[in-house]
């Protein structure tokens, strides 16, 4: 039983310190490779920041997120082309794992996907030996051997702004052989698991499928944690799967949930009550943007907390994760954070702000008389949503105006004001 920080496996369960060690938290896929913002692009450090601040909001002690290791084939990833790494690429994971850790976040890391997104996967191994069966990368030797070097290049990297090697880092919390593999024979698996324990005996290794318990998996002495998802959330197989996996003396965690349908309720309350489950993490959560409003995503179960404001269930639904996360720790559900100050960043003829954490809503004033007011509301509690910049109906053209927002957290706690800002008077374009 170790007592330096790391987490460990006892039997089915996670301790820490010695404590039995639950959690919840969000999948956070695109921390070291981004492909919402004008295109494939590494995140800014605002983004991360803004995440990882709303995880911890939202109640989480764990983030799951693919390309701080799977990431493969594209110029901006870690491995572009066959042994090569990109060092830039590097230091952007770096950044992400230096800001979980101030924040007490621990992190599950796949190394590889099994499909073929941005960020690169098997296909992209078998790809680059001219191969056209994604398969080739459980069975073909150089590509083993590659996928063995990345594992190991990860592994004994030294975080360039901690200066402490990823395999001495107590913020991860596991290594996934890969996303969603849902075919990987049990001999792969065996060989990788007790490969990543050869150059890491402090961290756990841990492996899933998509849509089912992969059960041949489950003798494997090497591996620790057994991954299942569920779309939409199943409280019956949640129930029976962790209860599979602990009568083989595995950890049992969701990796992935969809958030969005019904039966929301039931699955999270069972994961709560079933001490077999170890951890959930729902699918998946974005930031607010560089400028205004959110960064979007389309694939149905995007969440932006606490709402948008496209509908209440929607920020029922918000708040429902977020009780869970308390829950799932053991902790008691803490009032909602207090949002910050928003800063205005333009107002001509759209009223341009940075959104804050926390924020279900916001207040727009104006003054026309200077910085010290008097104030009137423009948008009084308007939620917050992804129609931002904001255009103020009443501005007066030739006026010189000033503004200053607020934001306003879901129980209604209302943040300070930002700092006024004075716009120039502005004609429209006719």
Known sequence: MRSNGFVARTGSRLELNGEPFRFAGPNVYWLGLDENVEGVAWPTEFRVRDALDTALEMGATVVRSHTLGASQGHPLSIMPEPDRFNEEALRRVDFAVREAAARGLRLIVPFVCNWSYYHGGRSTFAGWRGLEDPRAFYSDPEIKEMFKRYIAMLLTR????????????????????????????????????????????????????????????????????????????????????????????????????????????????????????????????????????????????????PGTGVSGDYERRCLELRSHAFRMSGREVSSCLVPDAPTVASAAERVVFRGVVGAARYTVEKSTRGAAGPWTAVFDARPADHDMPWHDPTRAHGTRTWYRVRAIAPDGAAGPWSEPFESEPFTPVS
């Open 158 to 305: 030294v975080n360039a702004l901690t200066g402490m090697a990823y395999r001495d880092d107590p913020t991860i919390l596991a290594w996934e052989l890969g996303n969603e593999l849902n075919d990987a024979p049990a001999e792969w698996v065996k060989e990788m698991a007790a490969y990543i324990k050869s150059l890491d005996g402090n961290h756990l290794v841990a492996h899933g499928k998509q849509f089912e318990l992969d059960r041949d998996k489950l003798g494997i002495e090497e591996l620790d944690i057994l991954d299942v998802h569920y779309y939409p959330a199943n409280a019956e197989a949640l129930a029976r799967d962790a209860a599979e996996t602990a009568a083989a003396g595995k950890v049992y965690i969701c990796g992935e949930f969809g958030w969005t349908e019904d039966g929301l309720e039931a699955f999270l309350e069972r994961a709560e009550a079933d001490g077999s489950v170890s951890g959930t993490l729902f699918w998946s959560l974005f930031p607010h943007a560089d400028d205004a409003g959110y960064v979007p995503h389309y694939d149905g179960f995007s969440l932006h907390y």
